[in-house]
């Protein structure tokens, strides 16, 4: 009985030291990985020779990978934070490093105001946005893509406020931003989510969305891929400009895809309050 009881009270921090040793390990990889080129083709394999380069046999090394997989699938946000981190310390990027042409479109005949650029990646947006005087703010979890973007402002001569932040924590605020620019990003597309992006323009401001469109039907998607005519629908709270669902060279692709692209404005007038009869 005493003996059961002693091994009870043992097992609480053999459990917490257990954690914390299975994240040290996570983390290590996740350094690893971060620092390596984006096209390395089995990641796994290098991985399994910088273990034993580190000095773990065999079966030690194979052990943690396969705490490494554990970790992955439980914690698909840190990998996937690590694999934009690679893409954007990459020298030659995978992906459209010129500003985004609808939004470039869009903007052209803009008076400047505030802006928001969710996901900002390496900052190509942003730094265009600056560039013809709108005051940006632009977000995006990656520290790398952070990191990129001020260095590219710094070197343009603008400003922009980069900020680290997933935006899950990030403040949108409310009627706060003359235009908010979603190119490419991850924002899942529910009620939630699109209420708090409406909300956050300012009357008069303006939504630019761009992304692949998912074709699959699935509902295993990645929620943040819209659906064939879902902006119509998520976005009818807002006064939709401009639509197109086309086939196109596409930001983030290497060839040309379904694209979703709308324009939304946000009402100016307050919605009506129906008077009840007396
Ligand atoms: C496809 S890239 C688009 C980047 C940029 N908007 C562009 O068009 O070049 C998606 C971006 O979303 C960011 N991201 C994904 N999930 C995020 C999250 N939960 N919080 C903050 N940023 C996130 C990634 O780091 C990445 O930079």
């Not at 994240?23 to 350094?31: F, H, I, M």
């Not at 046999?57 to 990978?65: I, P, S, T, W």
């Not at 705490?67 to 698909?76: H, N, Q, S």
């Not at 074709?215 to 943040?224: F, I, K, V």
């Given at each position: 009985?005493?003996?059961?009881?002693?091994?009870?009270?043992?097992?609480?921090p053999?459990?917490l030291?257990?954690a914390?040793?299975?994240?040290?390990?996570?983390?290590?990889?996740?350094?690893w990985?971060?620092?390596?080129?984006?096209?390395?083709?089995?990641?796994?394999?290098?991985?399994?020779?910088?273990?034993?380069?580190?000095?773990l046999?065999?079966?030690?090394?194979?052990?943690?990978?396969s705490?490494?997989?554990?970790?992955?699938?439980?914690?698909?946000d840190?990998?996937q934070?690590?694999?934009f981190?690679?893409?954007?310390?990459?020298?030659?990027?995978?992906f459209?490093?010129?500003?985004?042409?609808?939004?470039?479109?869009?903007?052209?005949?803009?008076k400047?105001g505030?802006a928001?650029?969710?996901?900002?990646?390496?900052g190509?947006?942003?730094?265009?946005?600056?560039?013809?005087?709108?005051?940006?703010?632009?977000f995006?979890?990656?520290?790398?893509?952070?990191?990129?973007a001020r260095?590219?402002?710094s070197?343009?001569?603008v400003?922009?406020?980069?900020?680290?932040?997933?935006?899950?924590?990030?403040?949108?605020?409310?009627?706060?931003?003359?235009l908010?620019?979603?190119?490419?990003?991850?924002?899942p597309?529910?009620?939630?989510?699109?209420?708090?992006?409406?909300?956050?323009?300012?009357?008069?401001?303006?939504l630019?969305?761009?992304?692949?469109?998912d074709?699959?039907?699935?509902?295993?998607?990645?929620?943040?891929l819209?659906?064939?005519?879902?902006?119509?629908?998520?976005?009818?709270?807002l006064?939709?400009?401009?639509?197109?669902?086309?086939?196109?060279?596409?930001d983030?692709?290497?060839?040309?895809?379904?694209?979703?692209?709308l324009?939304?404005?946000?009402?100016?007038?307050?919605?009506?309050?129906?008077q009840?009869?007396e």
């Open positions: 009985m005493r003996r059961r009881s002693i091994l009870s009270c043992l097992a609480a053999l459990t030291l257990r914390r040793a299975d994240e040290l390990v996570w983390r290590g990889y996740l350094d990985l971060r620092r390596q080129p984006i096209d390395l083709p089995d990641p796994r394999s290098a991985y399994l020779s910088e273990l034993k380069r580190q000095g046999d065999e079966h030690a090394a194979q052990a943690r990978l705490l490494i997989e554990r970790m992955r699938r439980a914690r698909p840190d990998y934070r690590a694999f981190d690679r893409t954007y310390r990459a020298t030659k990027p995978r459209q490093s010129k500003p985004n042409q609808l939004l470039a479109e869009t903007v052209k005949s803009l400047p505030l928001l650029d969710v996901h900002m990646g390496q190509r947006n942003a730094i265009h946005l600056a560039r013809l005087g709108w005051q940006v703010t632009g995006d979890y990656s520290e790398q893509g952070v990191a990129a260095k590219s402002a070197s343009s001569g400003t922009i406020q980069a900020i680290v932040a997933r935006h899950e924590d990030f403040d949108f605020g409310r009627n706060r931003w003359d908010i620019l979603m190119s490419y990003t991850w924002i597309l529910t009620e939630q989510w699109i209420a708090r992006i409406a909300g956050a323009l300012k009357p008069g401001g303006l630019v969305f761009e992304h692949l469109m074709e699959s039907g699935s509902d295993n998607a990645a929620a943040w819209p659906r064939p005519n879902q902006l119509l629908h998520a976005f009818s709270a006064r939709i400009l401009r639509y197109e669902d086309v086939r196109r060279p596409a983030w692709s290497w060839r040309p895809e379904r694209v979703a692209r324009v939304a404005e946000k009402s100016e007038i307050p919605p009506a309050v129906h009840q009869p």
